[in-house]
């Protein structure tokens, strides 16, 4: 069966191919005006026209650079019938994302918004965003959390790279988020949790995969969450911990409680939901964990079987 906006030959506008692949449109141009990798058909008024077998070759791409190749080694690779021996390691594997994290390092230690955002634009134009978010943003972020003590800035430098980030993909959330048609999620830090990059991480590949969000950041209280879905039903309540610090009472109370006054899915994410999950599960939560597509992958089942 055709996908509802393929025209009359099954071909897709760029926008659908985004929404299908995860593979934002400038990526897209991207691939195919600097390496060839796509040749889409064009309207006589030059609009981009993807048939299903470029929308193969975009999913195959992903996946070659999931493996670690950059993008100037993908084009051999295409042909399905090509594999990546197993047991060995493309040999730039890591070097792309090192070389882009230096030069993010080196612009928020000068404290260089220009230049961290066309290094941060650069990786974009040529990479997925879930895959820039997973090997750049994330160990960033990391490491500036653990190197703070010992740099006479590095509060200064944590801070300025996390108001960055978060306009950044609250930006693209926004801009997603409004053209979204699938179930809608809502999105929260469990209390006490403060480090809401995680969840706009998620909010991001979630919206990127189709899904539509209500994202209400950081240390939200569960019991405002009831009286949220009155006012704006969702399909499932989405629940972040990264920290360690986990309140008093919220396994055996406050997330009992709130599964009770709902209806919805409740799920935990984040790093801190694997360590905790027979608490949670006891619950009646579900644990989906820390990588964001496995956690999407488990929501598009669930909320199926709902």
Not at 174 to 181: F, K, P
């Amino acid at each position: 069966m055709e996908h509802p906006d393929s025209d009359a030959d099954g071909l897709y506008p760029i926008r659908t191919v985004s929404s299908l692949t995860g593979v934002n449109a400038v990526t897209l141009r991207a691939w195919e005006r600097r390496h060839g990798l796509i040749r889409p058909r064009r309207t006589p008024k030059g609009h981009r026209l993807y048939s299903r077998g470029d929308i193969e070759r975009i999913q195959r791409t992903v996946e070659l650079l999931e493996r670690g190749l950059a993008i100037s080694q993908v084009a051999p690779l295409l042909d399905p019938a090509q594999t990546l021996p197993s047991g060995r390691e493309p040999p730039s594997q890591g070097n792309i994302w090192a070389r882009y994290r230096q030069r993010m390092l080196a612009a928020i230690e000068d404290f260089d918004e220009a230049a961290l955002d066309a290094a941060y634009h650069d990786a974009l134009s040529l990479y997925p965003a879930e895959l820039v978010n997973t090997r750049l943003a994330k160990p960033l972020l990391i490491q500036l959390g653990e190197r703070w003590q010992v740099r006479p800035a590095g509060i200064a430098e944590e801070h300025f790279f996390s108001v960055y980030l978060r306009n950044k993909l609250g930006a693209r959330i926004q801009h997603l988020n409004s053209r979204g048609r699938g179930p809608r999620l809502l999105l929260a830090c469990l209390p006490g949790e403060y480090h809401e990059i995680g969840l706009l991480l998620f909010a991001l590949a979630a919206v990127s995969h189709g899904y539509q969000v209500l994202v209400l950041g950081a240390n939200l209280p569960l019991e405002q969450i009831p009286p949220v879905l009155a006012r704006q039903p969702c399909d499932a309540v989405v629940l972040s911990s990264s920290s360690r610090l986990v309140r008093k009472g919220m396994y055996s109370a406050e997330l009992p409680a709130l599964l009770g006054a709902i209806g919805n899915p409740v799920l935990v994410g984040g790093s801190q939901s694997e360590l905790a999950r027979r608490e949670i599960e006891a619950t009646g939560a579900i644990v989906v964990g820390e990588d964001h597509q496995n956690a999407l992958m488990n929501i598009d089942t669930i909320l199926a079987g709902a």
